[in-house]
């Protein structure tokens, strides 16, 4: 992995602001006062045990998942049963699952045009454009004509990484991009996320891979049942870390 990308992109500009943030699935209290704020341009990645509340922490960012006590602002704008504060946000913020979601009955290239065809009213022949860009941006672009299935894993993720940014969204939250693929296939889409990270994307990353974390966050946050645990920069999180549920979960991994 490369040395540590140049680190002076992050901002004083907040794009994302979690307040005494709360949320339960049923009875189990699944997010505990999460206070998170982050800058605009800041790379941050989000690690801690299997069901820690990671997915349900990011997903509440653009409303996949919905909290029930405190505030979630993103580009000023705030996170509220206000249709149209969700649709602004959504507009910002790009997604990238586990398990890719591309959808397996169209092609590339109409994967990566459906949703600025269908919800932005793009014209065709400019989603397609813009789509042939990102799709060279991460190196599948003579696959465009192929379905999902007959792409390798690590090439249907960089697929569903430049499906999110044809959105052109200014926040991108990735959820262990990386967790479903055959070890060889792992670098391929982490070069593609650092390549973005050299772009100034703010981005919000669940993941595992140790490596990256430390060549390309600003911040590494760690969770474990539904809190915020510890934070810091990555040399420091990882080198010397202050909370025995830290060092534990860095012994298990390392
Ligand atoms: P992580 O991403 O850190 O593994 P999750 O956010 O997926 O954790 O899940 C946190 C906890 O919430 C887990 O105990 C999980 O079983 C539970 N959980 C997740 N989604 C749901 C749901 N839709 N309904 C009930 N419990 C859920
Ligand atoms: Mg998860």
Redesign the pocket.
């Known amino acids: 992995m490369s040395a540590k990308i140049e680190s002076n992109i992050a901002t004083d500009e907040t794009v994302i602001e979690m307040r005494n943030v709360n949320k339960w699935?049923?009875s189990?209290h699944?997010?505990k006062d999460i206070n998170l704020t982050v800058a605009k341009g800041e790379r941050i990645v989000i690690c801690?045990?299997?069901?820690?509340?990671?997915?349900?922490?990011i997903?509440c960012i653009n409303h996949l998942?919905e909290h029930q006590e405190g505030e979630i602002t993103v580009n000023g704008t705030r996170l509220d049963e206000n249709l149209k504060n969700i649709t602004h946000i959504r507009r910002e913020v790009g997604m990238v699952f586990q398990q890719f979601n591309l959808f397996p009955h169209m092609t590339i290239l109409d994967n990566l045009c459906f949703a600025p065809v269908w919800a932005r009213n793009m014209p065709r022949a400019e989603a397609e454009e813009t789509a042939l860009r990102y799709l060279e941006r991460v190196g599948i672009g003579e696959q465009k004509n192929k379905y999902p299935g007959q792409l390798s894993g690590g090439q249907q993720q960089r697929v569903a990484i430049a499906r999110a940014l044809c959105m052109s969204p200014s926040i991108m939250l990735f959820?262990?991009p990386t967790s479903a693929l055959d070890p060889e296939m792992i670098k391929e889409v982490l070069d593609v996320m650092i390549e973005l990270a050299e772009t100034g994307m703010t981005m919000l990353c669940?993941t595992h891979e140790m490596s990256f974390a430390r060549s390309v966050a600003d911040r590494v946050i760690f969770?474990d049942e539904?809190e915020i645990v510890e934070e810091n920069a990555p040399a420091a999180f990882f080198d010397s870390p202050r909370m025995d549920r830290t060092q534990k979960f860095l012994s298990q991994i390392l």
Do not use: I
Not at 51 to 57: A, D, E, L, P
């Open positions: 699935y049923g189990f699944v997010l801690g045990p299997s069901g820690s509340g990671k997915s349900t922490m997903r998942e959820d262990e669940v969770m539904g």
